[in-house]
């Protein structure tokens, strides 16, 4: 089973970044898709932002123009670079990834989508 490690989470200002890292090891399969989804409580996870594995990306309306989602292939590692942080962006950020999808979707912001999750990290930004 595969095993994904976020970090870089913490807290900032309203306006300020952060960096996100999601290390992903042990997958079974290649996956063509790695996401990062946000989960704050009594909310619904939701998704962020993905990546496939040739680089094609795909944003939710709500981060696009201040979250840029990359990855380093060599790492196996997938970056979230969070600029303009909003109180509402508060949240517990995990990334997942998985297979057989090839093509960009809003599928790609559905949890169902994905097969292996992190624990998450948490982001807590203050007006």
């Known amino acids: 089973q595969g095993k994904m490690v976020e970090s870089g989470g913490g807290s900032v200002q309203a306006g300020g970044s952060l960096r996100l890292s999601c290390a992903a090891s042990?997958?079974?399969?290649?996956?063509?898709?790695m996401g990062w989804f946000r989960q704050s409580p009594g909310k619904e996870r939701e998704g962020v932002a993905s990546?496939?594995?040739?680089?094609?990306?795909y944003y939710a309306d709500s981060v696009r123009g201040r979250f840029t989602i990359s990855q380093d292939s060599a790492k196996n590692t997938v970056y979230l670079q969070m600029n303009d942080l909003k109180p509402e962006d508060t949240a517990m950020y995990s990334c997942?990834?998985?297979?057989?999808?090839?093509?960009?979707?809003?599928?790609?912001?559905?949890?169902?989508?994905?097969?292996?999750w992190g624990q998450g990290t948490q982001v807590t930004v203050s007006s």
């Open positions: 997942a990834s998985t297979r057989g999808f090839t093509s960009l979707g809003p599928w790609l912001l559905r949890r169902e989508t994905y097969i292996d």
């Open positions: 042990g997958l079974t399969y290649s996956a063509t898709f």
């Open positions: 990546i496939s594995s040739g680089g094609r990306t």
